[in-house]
């Protein structure tokens, strides 16, 4: 099977930084897009960055300047380093990946990890 598992949440205040990290394992044949969502209470789960495999990156308005996402292919992490960081950027925090797990087929299955909680202070 397939895990991923976050780190680097934590308690911060406004204009602070932070880095997170998600990393796969278990039988992977390869990952496609990986990205970072995040939802804020009483909100839907919002897509704050993504990156294919090919290192394209994409993100939203909210984060744009503020926010890097990264990724390490040999060891099957993604990474978002968050800078200036603000109030309203206080959510679980989840990463996604598109795995492939079949030699014979090309088929990817999203998975997601379990969450890791960023709180930002006034």
């Known amino acids: 099977q397939v895990q991923l598992v976050e780190s680097g949440g934590g308690l911060v205040q406004a204009g602070g930084s932070l880095r997170l990290s998600c990393a796969a394992s278990?039988?992977?044949?390869?990952?496609?897009?990986m990205g970072w969502y995040r939802q804020a209470p009483g909100k839907q789960r919002e897509k704050v960055a993504s990156i294919t495999s090919d290192g394209s990156t994409n993100y939203a308005d909210a984060v744009k300047g503020r926010f890097t996402i990264s990724r390490d292919n040999a060891k099957n992490t993604v990474y978002l380093q968050m800078n200036s960081l603000k109030p309203e950027d206080t959510a679980v925090y989840y990463c996604?990946?598109?795995?492939?797990?079949?030699?014979?087929?090309?088929?990817?299955?999203?998975?997601w990890g379990q969450g890791t909680q960023v709180t930002v202070s006034s």
């Open positions: 278990g039988s992977i044949v390869s990952i496609n897009a």
């Open positions: 996604n990946s598109a795995i492939r797990l079949s030699w014979t087929t090309f088929r990817w299955t999203d998975y």
